[in-house]
Every structure is written in structure tokens, then in C-alpha cells.
């Protein structure tokens, strides 16, 4: 018989056993939630919020958005005293989001803060708490349906020490998919040394860093042009990625699951000119470690509008790196959920993959708890354990 133990009770009788922990508190891991997933898609960018998140900006020094209550359907999130995002019940309700996958056919959305929310150019004690209020809620909702959501917290990256902190709870007591981290950290790049440690404890714990393009950091002149959407995001997403596959990161952290939102945005398309800078003014010969092969290490999800673009992203980063992303439950989310792999069927390969079984294969590094059998009472058990 194999049972999970509930080491609260028993720990006393365990010897030779340290530093146990569940891996989730009130319902099972991530790895067997997946397993008994019903059939549909996995929606793996969607987004949340707490329609009660705590008002950081009033008890800390910094620049944090808020959200005021409309009525029980409606909400804004408020930042710097303006509306910034008028929202709904989509955004935190359980039973609506069901509805609509339901309506969908996805069986599972995993949850993500809204990037307005990362806050990583802001003082860190703020950020630190906006992302542990965040991560309770999230935890909450997978809580409350965990065969139907899993999620990626939020991180204060302006300090890499907490930020591994909060994504080893994350991980470890929340049972999250792994984390979702902006294209920036105020001034600073993701590839600069001080984050090697963040990624090398999200590649140990098997966490996917969701990869996430954010607004506010991007050059007012694409607002001015009214291209922050359009070209802004996707180009803010493509240079942090082209930043860290010229860096080396993905040789020097294996393993590392860094997915990239919106199809990986323009990167896609630039990859072959990034391996043509690098021979001719890098001085690079090793073809593996052109940026063009290092990007089939990457991940990214199917959110391109377009099966061209959605042709383009599989074939750079690889048909089986591919998952279903919509944005959901915002105004530029994908309707219906995989209307793209539809159009795309017979044209991409592939695109049954990109519904589930890629996503699957994804969070399973996320999901695999750690655990070693122990004998007791007679009985075989398998005990979770917190990160070595
Ligand atoms: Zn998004």
C-alpha cells in the first residue's frame, strides 16, 4: 500500500527522514493533479488577481498598483491614482473561469499575476509583499479547484536571495508550476550574473520561469506611437530572450524552463540575424552556441493571432516547445481558447501537442515531487520532501 503521509501527525515516528514537508497543503501535488487531468486543453498563460489585494502602495515606499472594488462583478486596478485596467469576476472567480473553460474545452488554466503586478524596478520590501499577498491568493484559487488550476507566482527579482525564497515556497509549500518574471529588473538584465543563482534554483526545483513582457517598462515612444501593445511587448520579450541566449545561461543552468509569452514574440524572426551578430562582431564559430540553436532550449506559448507566426515559433524553438497560451481573461486573449491551433491543424505540426501534451510535458519537472518510501506501521509510504 502506498499512501501519502501526513507527517504533521507522524513525524515523530520517522527516523533518518529530515526536513519533511507537504509539498501541498489540502490537496495533492502538482504531479498527481496532472495525472488525473480530464481531457481538453492547457491553457498555461492566463492571468488573476485579488479583487482585495492588499494596497501596498499605503504601507510601503514605491510605485504599486491597486485595485478598487466596482461592485461584486467589477473592479479597476489603479496605479499611479489612475485607471489603469478595468476588470471583472473573470479575473478572481473560480466558478466563472470554469464556465468559461468548460465552454472551451480546456481542462486546466495555469494562473499568473498580472504583469502590472511584478513590480521589479520597485523597493524591494514592497515587492516582496505584493508577491507573497499574490501567492497566497493564487494558492487559494488552485485550492479551490486543483484539478482544474495550477499557477506561477510572483517574485521580487530586485533582490535574487528573496527572490529564490519566495520561489522555493512557491514550489515547495504552495505546490506552484513555477514562477512568471518581467523582461527586466529596473536597470538591470536578466542575463547579468547576479540572477544566475534564481535560475539555477528554478531549474533545481524544476519550477518554469514564465517569461512575460510588462508595460510599464517599455519605451514611452512605443506609447507615443501607440505600439506598446503591438511592438512594444513583443520586442521587450524578444531582447531580454535574445539577451540570455547570448549570455550563455541556458549552457551554464541545464535544465532551466524558461518559457517565453506571446509566441516568443519577435524573436522568432530575429534569431538568424542574432547568429549572424555573433559570428560577425562576437567572433562565435561554435555552432552551439548560436543563438539559433540555444532557442530549442527554449519554451514558448502559441498566443501569435497567426498561423505564420505560430508556424514560425515551432519551428525555431522546436514542435514539442510549443503550449497553448491566451491571455486570458483579458480584451487581446485568444477567443476561443486554441482558435490559432485550429486554423493551424494540417499546416503547423504538431498542433494536437500544443493543445495538452506539451504543457504536460512541461509541468511535469514542476510536479514531480520529491519523495522517499519509508516503511511504517507495516504499510509502504511516500513522504514529500522539502528542497534538499
Ligand atoms: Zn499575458
Not at 59 to 66: A, I, K, Q, V
Not at 265 to 281: E, H
Request: hydrophobic fraction near 45%; glycine fraction near 10%; charge should be negative.
Amino acid at each position: 500500500m502506498t499512501s501519502v503521509l501526513n507527517y504533521r501527525q507522524l513525524a515523530a515516528e520517522l527516523e533518518g527522514v529530515p526536513d519533511l514537508m507537504f509539498a501541498t497543503p489540502g490537496h495533492a501535488p502538482l504531479a498527481a493533479r496532472l495525472a488525473a487531468l480530464g481531457p481538453g486543453m492547457i491553457d498555461v498563460h492566463t492571468h488573476a488577481i485579488d479583487p482585495d489585494l492588499p494596497a501596498i502602495g499605503r504601507t510601503h515606499e514605491g510605485r504599486f498598483p491597486s485595485v478598487r472594488r466596482v461592485s461584486a462583478d467589477l473592479a479597476q486596478i489603479i496605479l499611479d491614482g489612475r485607471v489603469y485596467r478595468e476588470i471583472d469576476s473573470r479575473c478572481w472567480s473560480v466558478q466563472a473561469r470554469i464556465r468559461d473553460m468548460d465552454a472551451e474545452g480546456v481542462a486546466a488554466q495555469v494562473l499568473s499575476p498580472i504583469p502590472v503586478t511584478l513590480c521589479h524596478g520597485e523597493p524591494v520590501s514592497g515587492a516582496q509583499a505584493l508577491a507573497t499577498a499574490q501567492n497566497e491568493f493564487l494558492a487559494r484559487m488552485v485550492a479551490a479547484a486543483p484539478e482544474r488550476f495550477a499557477a506561477l507566482g510572483c517574485v521580487p527579482m530586485q533582490d535574487t536571495a528573496l527572490a529564490i525564497a519566495e520561489l522555493r515556497r512557491c514550489m515547495d509549500e504552495l505546490g506552484f508550476a513555477g514562477v512568471e518574471i518581467g523582461t527586466r529588473v529596473g536597470d538591470r538584465e536578466l542575463s547579468e550574473p547576479q540572477f544566475v543563482p534564481f535560475f539555477e534554483a528554478a531549474a533545481e526545483s524544476g519550477a518554469v520561469v514564465f517569461l512575460h513582457p510588462v508595460d510599464q517598462t517599455l519605451d514611452p515612444r512605443l506609447s507615443r506611437l501607440r505600439i506598446g501593445f503591438g511592438m512594444g511587448m513583443p520586442t521587450e520579450t524578444a531582447t531580454a530572450a535574445a539577451g540570455l541566449l547570448i549570455s550563455g545561461l541556458l549552457d551554464q543552468v541545464p535544465g532551466v524552463l524558461l518559457c517565453l509569452a506571446h509566441g516568443g514574440g519577435t524573436l522568432p524572426c530575429a534569431l538568424p540575424r542574432l547568429a549572424v551578430g555573433q559570428r560577425v562582431v562576437g567572433g562565435v564559430t561554435e555552432p552551439a552556441k548560436l543563438a539559433t540553436t540555444q532557442a530549442r532550449k527554449l519554451w514558448c506559448d502559441s498566443l501569435t493571432y497567426d498561423v505564420e507566426g505560430l508556424r514560425l515559433s515551432s519551428e525555431r524553438f522546436g514542435a514539442g516547445h510549443v503550449v497553448l497560451g491566451t491571455d486570458y481573461p483579458f480584451d487581446a486573449r485568444e477567443e476561443p481558447a486554441g482558435a490559432v491551433l485550429t486554423a493551424a491543424a494540417g499546416h503547423v505540426e504538431g498542433t494536437a501537442n500544443i493543445a495538452r501534451e506539451n504543457a504536460l510535458a512541461l509541468l511535469a519537472a514542476a510536479g514531480r515531487p520529491r519523495t522517499e518510501s519509508v516503511r511504517l506501521r507495516g504499510a509502504r509510504w511516500d513522504i514529500f520532501l522539502a528542497s534538499a
